[in-house]
Structures are given as C-alpha cells and as structure tokens.
C-alpha cells in the first residue's frame, strides 16, 4: 500500500525508534542541534492532533492578534523545523518561501513559533530548559482517521488501502512519525516542566475560549477581552477552514495534492464512529488499553 514509502527510504530513527524518512537522517545531527531562543515558542505534536491550530493560536496571542500579520502564511509565520528535509529532493524548489531552511529559521527575528513532529529525544536536549512548548495531543482514535485522510490527500504518501489496513499501519507503528503513543507519553510525563503545556483537541473543542486564557497565561500575556473573544470567533472551524492563512490551499499550486480533500477537513471529536465497525474498534481499544497501562493518560474519544 505504500509504494512511495519504499521509494523515499522511511528508516527508524533506532531499533524501536521513530519512522522518519532519510532526507531526515542525513540532516538529524543538524536539527537537533538546532539553538532555540529563550523567547522562542514551540509547538511539538503527532502529526494530526491540532497542530496548525495550536500553531495560529500561539501565534496570535504572542503578536498582539495582529490582524495585518496574521494575513501572512502561517507556513512562513512560524516555520516546520524538520519539513525541508523530510521531502524528496527536488520536489518543492529550494528557493521556494515554504522551503524555511535551519539557516532561514536561525535568522527569523524572535519571538519564533517554530512547529515540530520529532519527539523530544530528536530535538535539542536543552529545549525545554531554554524555552516554553506547547504540546498538543488528541485521542488516537480520530488521529487515525485524520491521518488516513492526510495520507489520501498528499500524493507523496500514495497510501492506496482503506482505513481499516491504515489502522493496522497506525498500530503497527509504519507512519511517518510513528510510534504515536511514546511520542505523546514521553510529552506527558514531562508535563509538570514550568516551560511545558500539555493540551488536549478535545479540550479546544470543549472551551475554546477557556484553552485560549491557559495558553495566554502559559506564554505571560494579557489579552483585553475583546481580543479574546476576536480570537476564539477567529480559530472556530467553519472560519479557521476558509481562512487562506492557515487553511494550505496555497500548497495545492506546487502539486502533489488530491483535489477531493482538505487540510482542514471537518474538525470533529467522534469522526472515528463513521469510520471503525465494531471488529476493528475493539482491535483499537485493545491497542491502547495496553499502551496506556501503567500511565494515567486517559484520552477523550466523544463530546
Ligand atoms: P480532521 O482531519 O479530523 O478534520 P494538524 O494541524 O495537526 O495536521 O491537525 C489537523 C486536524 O486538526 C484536522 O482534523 C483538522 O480539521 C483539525 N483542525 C484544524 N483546525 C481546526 C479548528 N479550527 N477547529 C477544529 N479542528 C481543527
């Protein structure tokens, strides 16, 4: 089901480690070693837990809500740390403003909102000592069903299964990205770190305006209340889906990308009960009942 998989060479990182492709391996020294700032925001997460909208909403509030600014690509606002290196070469030109290289993001004036997938074992060791990160996580549930439409969208994936053999990938660990749960427990137990914020989608989904205040207060700015209703009308769905911004419409110019889907797809907590018969439910709920043993992580699977 994943020719391009083989073609791009997905290697783990180490016996047991993480799925990633070797574009990175050739530049994982260079990445890990990469300085953050002081000042710098984080945002670290598994691919399809509510990154993009972690990413606007730090953003935002570290920039005032500017709304001039906020017009800019995200893409190009806070930068994917690992993402030049992780796409077969030549696909997007390397003078692209997508193509936000360690050098590029070395020179962005502060504060930086730099986005990452690696765990933390893959990035600099100092960088919760030196910075503040948001990580966000979302029941594994709804990731799997998220990323199998992602996985459907970019071409580069040429996933060509149903979802049900995308679960097995998922909890066979053979994703990009993948182990998905050391990835978030490794996150959750470093939770209690004064420069760590652990959030949960559902929890967005839940109060929106609630996680906005938390995330605000992590970061030490005072938003009026004006500002704080503005930006939770600002990251709802039906507006945060239409927003050219943050939506990735824009990529779609560079190819690649299945005209069908969306980036910002539908935005759900329980999309996974469209998706699992019972069979396979079961399989799932077995699978992260043993990965979840022994943690007192607990995942939100409806609203
Ligand atoms: P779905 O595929 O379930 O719709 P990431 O940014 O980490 O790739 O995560 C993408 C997921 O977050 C997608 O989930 C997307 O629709 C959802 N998402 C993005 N913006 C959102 C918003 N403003 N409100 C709710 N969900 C959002």
Known sequence: HFTNYELHGLMKSQPGGFLLTNGY???????SRFQPRSDDVWVVTYPKCGTTWTQE????????CDPIGSKAPLLIR?????FPYMIPVNTVPQDHTMMLTLDKVEKMPSPRVIKSHLPFYLLNPKLLDTCKVVYIARNPKDVIVSYFYHHKLIEFHNFTGDVEKFAQYFMDDELLFSPFF???ID????RHNPNMLFLFYEDLKKDLLGEIRKVATFLGKSLSEEQLTGLREHLKFDKFSKNESV???MVRKLGGINPDGHFIRKGKTGDWKNHFGPELNQRIDEWIEKNLSGTDLKFTTEL
């Not at 806070?78 to 690992?82: I, M």
């Not at 996150?187 to 470093?190: G, I, L, P, Q």
């Open 25 to 31: 391996a050739r530049h994982a020294k260079e990445i």
């Open 57 to 64: 909403l730090v953003w935002m509030i570290l920039n005032n």
């Open 78 to 82: 806070s930068p994917f740390l690992e």
């Open 182 to 184: 050391p990835h978030i």
């Open 187 to 190: 996150a959750w137990n470093k």
């Open 247 to 249: 939506n990735m419409e």
